[in-house]
């Protein structure tokens, strides 16, 4: 209980910090990507072992995840302490690219009727949940170590996700049109990854300088 | 020209139209058991190839079936997706591990012949196994790592390729030499659908793939000109490769025998293009059919037909001497009967045997000798009957029935004084005396071309000049009278009783013809000049000789002695008479 009031005052310090030091400038990023493409090369046998073609929702796309890192970001303290959630609905998984700050947590709530076994092999977390349904407490998973972890499921081979843990409290994913937005972001010098798949990402140098914002289109391969 | 019996030619035919109708029989067997044996072998050859072909498309089909159920595991995409930023290590372990319960399948599990695999990722990169996959990959490769890398890449399915499996095969430069390896190729998908890459096996290329149970058939494959059979060393693979290298780039399939001395023994090569996959090249699939059994059924057949072909020929050969010598025997029987009557025995015949040709011609030839011997026999009667000259004449058509006038000398010769001599002598005894008589003269008769016209009792008379004449005839008639009289006073020289004859010739136009009945006719002469030498005869004295006036002015060479003309019956005038002033001419001078 002491926790939670703690907990709670604290985020109420950070949103009203911007209030509190109006001398300290930070600067808002947006921009737009190219959205991902499916790689041409993966060609999709239509295959759902063992489960009802209806009882499967399209596969979301999955969106472009931004983010900026340089040597300050890995040391920003934790932005989001309340717990991800990396939902199985429709026998999907929803979203189906997450990222998340180091030490963030994640929950696989499970809304479907049947079971699901969600598991990792990723070196960057391993870890199997074993078989559970809904309305069962949905586990929960902190991912301690920087990396991409990709998420399955036992029971239904076609389900996947993307878990990215970053070193950086800056990323955002892109909409459908591939636009994004960065909030607050501290002025200095940053690596901006456009990271699409494990086999596809981008790195553009910029420089927030806090005394206006940055307008980027990095569409087509252009550069900043 | 060479002299050939007939015997001879016969067994010469029988002996030739054996050996043709042999010879035909051997080369046109030979030729159909050759092209049944080929067409058979041809069929048994299809077989062959379409059981492997099918066993291998069943084998693709149902492994493809598997291995789709094998590689659709979420951990097994798992791992995979982690491979590309983790290192595959848990992806080849994962792999091996969906993929044993089909490797232990594999008739050649455990064994130096097990398939092993490797992966080639959806960007046509070659998995390259850890080193730690060593443990739990089983058999080794063959082939250095890096060499089976670059062997293996072009073989993954291309981005516009459509995706299915593929077959082929490879030629490995393995520690114990070039090997071959079949191959395969299985696109495979994670489970949400999406390719991951090709699986690629290999395993090594077993030669009992092609073979069948219980036969005789070596198979085996051609790829890239070497030839990798069951008994590679004892089937000379060399000899193989240099027959196909020379002879592949036409057909893809085709019939030929090629000699292959280890077992003295010679193939029939069948050839066919395996289907595999292009991106492999071309293999072959060669089968050997040994043609041992072919010339085993041609030798049998070919000894059959000879001992058959002999037989034939012996029995042929004994039926040709046997009729030959039955046939010549009795043609030699027709030519000795003909050479009989050629010399004159007509009453020769021939043994008719058998109902045939030959014995028809025996009997014709039986029949013609008893119409000659009768004829021969009318003949020597007619001669007796009448003289010879005349018989054969009338025998012979010359003689026109009805007479002809011609000029003739005729000579009568009678014995003087006969009636009181025959009735001093018993009738035998006359007939004795007459026939030595008549003999006699008539024998001198034919010496002067003279024909007897008659024997009328003791009296003989006789024509010169008809029925055919021989020169002077009045000569020939006066000479034949003067030889008369002295041969019979040469034979009164040996009887007891001498007889005298006496002898008129006269010369005259007369009608000369067979004359008589119907029934019988006689060949005889009528004129006048026959009464004047009748008349004539009548008053010469024994032992004289009379001639008249025509006849002696036709003797050239005979002195003769004109007498008194006489006063003779039946003629008005005196006849002038005459008569040879030597009685006995020598023989000499005659010409």
Redesign the interface.
Known sequence: MVNALFTRSAVLFFLLLPFLFPRLECADISGVVDPPEQP??????????GVQPGAVEP?PEPPAVVYLLNDQTRNLPLQVNEPYELTQRGLQFFPPVLPIQVGSAVRFPNLDDTFHNV?????AKTFDLGRYKQGEDPPRVVFEKPG?V?V?????????STILVLETPYFTTTDTQGRFQLADVTPGNYTLVIWKS??NQREVAIEVTGKEDLELDLSKGRDP | MIYLSYKVKLILAMVLLILVVTASSLFFSTQSVERYYGEFLEKQFQQLSQSFVQDQQNRIARFSQSL?EAT????L???F??G???GYD?FYYDLSTQLQPLLQRSEYAGSRDAPFFRFID??QQYLEPPESADSYLGIPAPVPEPELKSILSPFSTE?DEP?EAKKGYLRLNTTEGMKLFETWVFPT???????MGDLVFIQRWNPQSLHQEGSAVRSGIYFNNQFFGPQEEELEAGKVEAFLAENMSLQSRKRASVDLSMDSEDYTIFVTRLPTHAAFGNPFQVTLFSLQEEKRILSRIQQTLLTVSGVVLVIGLLFSLFFGQRLSRRILDLVAGTRAIQEGDFETRIQVRGNDEVSRLGESFNQMSQDLALKEKYRSVLEKVTDASVANQLTSGSIELGGEERTVTILFCDIRGFTPLSRSISAPEIVELLNEHMTGLTEVVHKYHGVVDKFVGDEIMVLFGAPKSFGNDAELAVRCGMEMLGARKTMNTRKAKPIEVGIGIATGTVVAGCMGSEDRLNYTVIGNCVNLAARLCGIAPPGQLYLDGDTAAQVEDIELAETQPIQLKGFTARVPVFTPKLQHPTVASRK
């Open positions: 041409r090369e993966r060609r999709q046998a239509i295959r759902y072992g596969k598991f990792s092999y990723s070196p991409i990709q399955f499921c036992e029971v239904h081979e076609h389900m996947r494990v086999r | 789709a659709s595991n979420p951990r995409t798992a791992a997706e982690i590309y930023t983790d848990r959806y960007e981005v995706v998908f994670d489970g949400s659908g999406l390719f």
